[in-house]
């Protein structure tokens, strides 16, 4: 087929449970690959990472020749500095380094908590859904302490979350996409004025959580504004959970198609924060990111013109034999393994660390049970989002009861 229509195939859910043969065809294409709506495909990771760090090129929607219509401010996540970098350092204040350097750490001990008591939940059970019984509730629950959400408020966010994450999901544009971008922005609408509301019940009672520190920040410099609030919390919720579920279950499913592997794993489980990194390589739980640029630039021989939708391919570039040996082979011993697992430059998730060790806390605890659990469907369900790409369900069968 043409390479003119590779995002229109990429995209399609008919390739969701396999798009590598896709992403081959892309760096065969070229390292610039136009696409018949306009757009442009890159697929190879030295031109995905240079693009990532190059300032002329934008990660905000607005900038495109054609904009949404009527598409609320983006999260700090598609903003650009100076506004990025300003929105960012607030948000990273109570989480992490340097005025929180301790946030994560401290969650290990609650992390493994909350772990086995979804592994005590599965005793005694036959078949599981990894993605339903613990690939999601895991990353929620730590997400909602962090933040302060009731637990018996956990569930409401996940079709708030599914219709965010549908709007922002890499995609020719067309009438389901238009209804997908109104859903979104409604979902992030009422996500937002929770979180609000919530974190306001905190203002002059701090409770430790993040939401409290972002309502009773002492410097009036250092506070966001009711709609940043909103806007930072609900980011914060959804890209705290929803690319560790995918890490998550596309670990397991790794695992249990490769039981070499796998038995490597439990004989060796120093290797297992490798085992991650190579999976955020390998199956990475985010696929692509969209960059316009700002004037018209040349990338590796071809002009882009200002505006223009550009998609980097991150999961190609992870696969791209010019920088990966034979990139299709999972290996946990991997040196070098410098991936774009969680994209580069200075969007680089400042989640990542709490993604790492939710990801081997979670692995590390099924690793041991899985010599004996075989899938009941291969491949599994995907999720709809391209861009997310991850299984819906993961059925798996123990042929004995799971242990305790």
């Known amino acids: 087929m043409a390479a003119e229509t590779l995002l229109e195939r990429i995209t ?45 090129f934008s990660a905000d929607p607005r900038n495109l020749t054609a904009p949404p219509e009527g598409a609320p401010k983006p999260p700090f996540l598609r903003l650009d500095d100076p506004e990025h970098h300003r929105l960012r350092t607030l948000a990273m204040r109570p989480f992490g380094p340097p005025h929180s350097p301790g946030r994560i750490d401290a969650m290990r001990g609650e992390i493994t908590e909350v772990t086995d008591e979804l592994l005590d939940g599965l005793r005694d059970r036959a078949q599981i859904d990894v993605v339903d019984d613990f690939a999601y509730p895991l990353p929620v629950t730590v997400i909602c302490r962090l933040l302060g959400v009731p637990r018996e408020d956990e569930p409401l966010f996940r079709e708030w979350s599914n219709a965010i994450v549908a709007s922002a999901d890499v995609r020719p544009e067309d009438k389901d996409s ?26 002059g009672h701090p409770t430790g959580d993040m939401l409290s520190a972002f309502v009773n920040e002492p410097d009036p410099a250092m506070l966001l504004t009711r709609e940043e609030l909103a806007e930072t919390a609900v980011l914060l919720l959804i890209a ?14 790794t695992l249990l198609r490769r039981p070499d592997q796998l038995d ?25 990111r969209e960059r316009i640029p700002l004037a018209d630039v040349e990338i590796a021989g071809t002009s882009i013109a200002k505006g ?12 791209d034999p010019k920088r990966f040996h034979e990139p299709d082979r999972f ?18 998730c400042y989640g990542a660390p709490l993604a790492r060790v939710e990801a081997q806390a ?23 989002a391209a861009m997310l790409r991850g299984p819906r369900h993961l059925p798996i069968e123990m042929q004995q009861p799971w242990p305790c």
Not at 266 to 287: G, I, N, S
Not at 308 to 319: F, M
Not at 331 to 348: K, V
């Open 12 to 56: 399609d859910y008919a390739n969701r449970s396999d798009p590598y043969p896709l992403y081959a065809e892309l760096r065969e294409a070229g390292r610039v690959v136009r696409q018949e709506d306009g757009s442009y495909l890159v697929g190879t990771y030295h031109e995905i990472s240079a693009l990532l760090h190059d300032p002329r």
């Open 264 to 288: 490597r794993l439990r004989r060796e489980p120093d290797l297992l924060p490798r085992a991650v990194e190579e999976l955020l390589r390998y199956e990475p739980p985010v696929h692509m």
């Open 308 to 319: 223009t939708s550009t998609v980097l391919a991150l999961a190609s570039g992870n696969r």
């Open 331 to 348: 290996d946990p011993t991997r040196p070098d393994n410098e991936h774009l697992g969680f994209g580069s430059g200075i969007h680089l």
């Open 240 to 253: 705290g959970h929803e690319t560790t579920v995918n890490l998550i279950a596309n670990g397991v499913l």
């Open 178 to 203: 238009i209804e997908q971008d109104r859903a979104g922005d409604q979902a992030r609408i009422e996500m937002g004025q929770y979180l609000v509301n919530l974190a306001e019940q905190r203002r």
């Open 362 to 384: 979670a692995l590390g605890a099924l690793i041991p049970h899985l010599g004996t659990a075989y899938l009941l469907q291969d491949p599994p369900p995907y999720r709809y």
